[in-house]
Structures are given as C-alpha cells and as structure tokens.
C-alpha cells in the first residue's frame, strides 16, 4: 500500500483512497492491483510478466502501451550506486512513465511546480502509478534499495530520462 508524503507541510497519508483522489487529481494515476505472487530473486521477466498478464494485458492495451519489461533491483546488485544515482535527478520523460510494483518498494518524488508542494509516493506490492509524459520527478529506491517491478512504456524511446538539473531533488534526498 502507498504512502503519501508532503514533507514542506509534515503531511503523511496512508489512506489508499485519499492517495488516489490526491494523484489523480494531479494527473497521476494510482490504482492497487493483488500482488499475490511471490518469486524468487532470480525470477525472470517472463515469468513476473506473465503472472500479471491478466491485469497488465488489458491495461496495456486500453492505453496504447506495447513494450513492458521488469527491473529487479536488490541490495547486492553490482550497480547498485550507479542505478540509484541516475534514478535520483529530476528529470521528466517524452512519454508516461507507468510502473507496477511486484515487490519491494520505490519513492516517486513529484515537483509539479506553481504553488504544489513536491511531495513524494512510496509504492509497495500491488501498486501501479502513472506519471505523465513530462512530469517533473525523481525516483529513490528507499532504505532497503530493493524494488522489483514491471515497467509499461509505449516505446523504449520513452524511457530515456531528461534531466532538468534544477537542483530541487537535493532538497528532498536525504539517503
């Protein structure tokens, strides 16, 4: 289950459907899908694809997504700091940026800009979030650096990140 963070007004929400209400009506899309499989570390994609296809096929196609793929990063992952690194800088992406979280977790940072405070989304098993082409954001793996989830795109040219260098997601990386 997410949990919603405004740290600027010490806010912390832990109501699923107050999280949703907030995202979408920030153009954020955050549904909860059973996440009732459980794999192994060495599971492949495949394999976790597959055991959600029954959710993600329907999803994919009612949005125009075509290529999905799972990033399966653990503590003792050799790139770990590099990974963590390049995940941290704001940037924003040419296309939507979906991710459902299969196991672990991962903090979704969001500078909308205008009078919106950044707040930040951690996402847990079973959550699946949107964040729209062009949204400025950052992603923190959290405290246990482990996340395992299937990302959605409609293609890989989509998951090139465009850094904004503004310097905001320093304020708020605190690990």
């Given amino acids: 289950m997410a949990i919603l963070t405004i740290p600027d007004k010490q806010t912390v929400v832990n109501d699923p459907a107050e999280i949703k209400s907030f995202l979408n009506a920030r153009g954020v899309i ?3 899908w059973e996440a009732a499989v459980e794999f192994a570390d060495d599971a492949d994609q495949d394999t976790i694809i597959g055991a959600y296809a029954h959710k993600l096929k329907p999803y994919m196609d009612s949005n125009g997504y075509k290529t999905a793929d799972v990033i ?4 003792d992952h050799p790139q770990l700091e ?29 500078n909308l800009g ?8 951690t996402c ?14 950052w992603f923190d793996m959290g405290p246990k650096k482990f996340v395992k989830a299937i990302r959605v795109f409609i293609d890989q040219s989509g998951w ?8 905001v997601d ?5 690990n």
Avoid at 124 to 137: C, E, F, W
Avoid at 160 to 167: A, D, Q, R
Wanted: hydrophobic fraction near 35%; glycine fraction near 8%; include cysteine.
């Fill in 30 to 32: 955050y549904e909860q």
């Fill in 72 to 75: 399966n990063v653990t503590p």
């Fill in 82 to 110: 590099m990974l963590r690194t390049k995940f941290l800088s704001e940037h924003i992406h040419t296309e939507d940026e979906v991710r459902f979280f299969v196991d672990g977790e991962g903090m979704f940072w969001f």
């Fill in 114 to 121: 205008g009078d919106e405070d950044i707040f930040c989304v």
């Fill in 124 to 137: 847990q098993a079973g959550d699946l979030i949107s964040v729209p082409a062009n949204t400025k954001h």
């Fill in 160 to 167: 090139v990140p465009h850094y904004t260098e503004s310097g």
């Fill in 170 to 174: 320093q304020r708020y990386n605190l």
